[in-house]
Every structure is written in C-alpha cells, then in structure tokens.
C-alpha cells in the first residue's frame, strides 16, 4: 500500500494549526512558534544561505586576521640592503641641510651640486632596495618618501631633476648649476626651499632614512636599547680636538664641537627612552608624572644649552625640535602641559593627572610619532655636537663607543655611525 504524500502534508499542517491553536494563550505559543519558523526556513533552504553566508564571513575574517599577522611580521623581516642605503641617504639629506644656498660663488655652487648628486645616487639607491624588500615598513617608508618628491616634481624638474619609470630620479648638473647661478628669476631660491630648511624634501629624507633604517635592522623602535647613539664618552676627546682646529679663523661654527650640547642630548635621550618603554596607562600615572617632568627637565635643559651654542648646526637642529614641540601643542596641552614663548616646557601635576594616558603613549609610541621626530633631531644635535658640521667630516662616523672617527659599519644605529 502506497503512501499519500498530499495527505500527509496536509495533516502535518493541522496538526501544526491545533498545536498553535491550543497553545496560543500559553508560555509555550512562542517557543513552538519559533520552532515551526526555523523548520520552514530549513525547509525552503534560506536557512542554508544563511549559515553559508555566516562561515563566509567568518573565513574572511580569519583570512584578514591572518594576513595583518603576516603583514606584522613582514614588518620584522631585516633587511642589511636597504638598512645600509638609509644610511647613506641619511647622511647625504643631512648634508644637504647644512649648506649655504645664498652663496652663490662659482665654487659654493659646485659644493651644492655634488652633494646633491650625492643625494641622488643614495636615494636611487634607497628605492631599488626597498622595491626589493621583503619588510613592508621599509616599503611603506620608501613610498611615503617617493610620494614627498612627486608631490613638488615640477619644482624638481625646474632645476634638472626628473623622475625615472621605476621612481629613482635623474640629475642633470649642468641644469642645477645653470639654476643656481640664476639670480634674476629666483631658480637658486627653488633650490634652497627643496634642500634647505624645515619641511624641506631633504629633511623629510632624513626622517625617513632614519625610519627605514630601524625597520631594516629588525624592526626596533624608536626606544629599544640597540637604537642608541654613541656616548657622551665622546665628547670630551672631540673638544680637545676641536680647541686646536678652533683656533684656525676659518668658518669655527662649521668645526667647533659643543660637549655641554652632547651631554645635554645624551640626557634627553635616555629620558624618552625611558619614557616609550613604560606602561602608559590610567593606574600607571604616578610613575609617568615622574618620567615625563623628567622628560621635561631634560628638553629644557638641551634647549637653554643649545641656544647658547657657537655651532651653528647645533643650534639649526634645535630650531627643528622647537618646531616638533610646537606642532604638538595641542596634545601636549591636553596633558598640562604648556609651551613658553622660548619653546621651553612647563607642566601642571593636577592637569596631567586629570589627563588620559592614551594622549601620552600616543606621543611617545608608534612610526611618526612625537617621540620618534624628537629622538631623530636629539640624534643629530648630539651628532653635531661631538664631530662637528657634517662638511667638515663629511667622510667620517662615529664608533660606536665614542673613542674616535671611523668609517661607518653597518650593525649600528644609523645616528651613530653618521
């Protein structure tokens, strides 16, 4: 005997309907209710595209999870190519930095030119090594650094510099000195606002070497121990030195060495170190108070010394930082924190501590931050301070233990062997 399916179904829906019927001024009405409704989305299939859809998006998520981790680790990958050329440009943008761009002698613009051919060579050097790089920081620096030349390349071609298929530019010298010897129409100012100065591409270059080369050599951030400098150790001998060259009458801000500036740059250092390695959080704010009035402390010590400085790339570099505690006003205020006419600090302990920490780690962790443009312009007046005006030794470094010039060697912090 067959079965009657049409019979069935249509029993099963009675029984359905006197189920609900019966229960309808019941507890039980809805969960019952909710159970029909679950089966009958089973039975058309929409419950199936549901869950479909639910794992899909699971999967993805996962898979983006996966990939962020993938993408953080690429972050760590060393990378001694492009560790190496940041350092080569790092020195060649600062050089660019200390140069007189009013002068316009015959063989001030013969300086200018090949430092900037220099500076050519080691960021076209710079970007074939990133765009072969495993570690996606050093590829997301030399990007940003690509799109900081692009964005001013008209001014660049003006004076002879244009831009290859592969992001690396071409120097015609003939053009650049042609330019700079141009007084009329104001080509050697052209010059001067792309190198020289705050803001310049040449001291986003710096800033950017300098990032690159810490991504290269394992990832260590702005605060990790192995990204320090030479010590203070060095000074000493560098001022001997500098008392019998600074009696030459020749140019001695260029060459005389500064060891109260170098001690005042060391101190301020190892303050924001301490800073960017402490736990900056809300239950943690009596230990911060202290680290940062310290931090405090020790700037304005730097700043008060470096303003009495005869270096006058002591006292350029000085002026930079000023200009980073001026473009972070606002953060600072929102921890007491308040900026003197003189680019001094002053803080206020009931205002930071009714101050939320994030503001602070914000300051002092992570690419670009507060901390890690102070700690580059830090490097370079310590740098200044104990060898002197890059044009000087432009063809020297600093050992890692401060004992004398030497060639650079990789291995170091990219401020210590320039």
Do not use: W
Not at 46 to 58: C, D, H, R, T, V
Not at 186 to 207: E, P, R
Not at 367 to 392: C, H, L, P, W
Request: hydrophobic share 30%.
């Amino acid at each position: 005997m067959g079965i009657n399916l049409t019979g069935l179904n249509s029993g099963l829906a009675d029984t359905y309907s006197t189920l609900l019927g019966s229960m309808s001024g019941s507890d039980d009405a809805g969960g019952v209710s909710s159970l029909l409704g679950d089966y009958a989305a089973i039975k058309n299939g929409s419950y199936g595209k549901m869950m479909k859809s639910y794992y899909a998006k699971l999967e993805k998520q996962e898979a983006e999870e996966s990939g962020e981790t993938s993408k953080s680790k690429a972050g760590k990958i060393k990378d001694s190519a492009s560790a190496s050329a940041a350092a080569s440009l790092y020195k060649s943008a600062s050089a660019l930095g200390s140069l007189n761009y009013d002068d316009r002698s015959e063989e001030n613009i013969g300086k200018i030119s090949d430092a900037v051919s220099a500076f050519i060579k080691d960021y076209n050097s710079l970007m074939k090594s990133a765009d072969k790089s495993e570690n996606a920081t050093v590829k997301k620096q030399a990007e940003s650094l690509y799109n900081s030349y692009y964005s001013n390349y008209k001014l660049f071609s003006k004076i002879g510099i244009t831009m290859n298929s592969d992001r690396t530019l071409s120097l015609d010298e003939d053009t650049l000195k042609s330019k700079l010897a141009d007084t009329e129409h104001g080509n050697g100012a052209t010059v001067k606002t792309l190198f020289g100065g705050i803001g310049s591409f040449a001291d986003k270059a710096v800033n950017k070497a300098s990032s690159i080369y810490r991504a290269a050599s394992g990832g260590d951030s702005v605060t990790s121990s192995k990204a320090k400098y030479a010590g203070v150790g060095s000074s000493s001998k560098s001022s001997s030195t500098s008392s019998s060259s600074s009696t030459k009458d020749t140019d001695k801000s260029k060459t005389t060495t500064d060891a109260q500036a170098a001690s005042a740059a060391n101190t301020l250092y190892k303050s924001i170190e301490k800073l960017g390695a402490m736990t900056m959080d809300n239950d943690n704010k009596e230990n911060l108070y202290k680290a940062f009035s310290t931090f405090i402390n020790d700037y304005n010590d730097l700043i008060n010394t470096t303003d009495k400085s005869s270096n006058s790339s002591v006292t350029n570099q000085a002026g930079y930082l000023k200009n980073i505690v001026s473009n972070n006003k606002s953060a600072l205020s929102r921890l007491g924190v308040t900026v003197n006419s003189d680019k001094t600090l002053n803080i206020d302990k009931e205002k930071f501590n009714e101050a939320d920490m994030s503001t602070l780690k914000n300051l002092f962790t992570g690419n670009n931050s507060f901390a890690e443009k102070m700690t580059d312009r830090v490097n370079q007046i310590y740098r200044y301070a104990t060898q002197g005006d890059s044009s000087s030794t432009s063809s020297s470094g600093y050992t890692s233990s401060g004992s004398g010039i030497t060639a650079p060697s990789m291995g170091s912090m990219v401020d210590t062997i320039l």
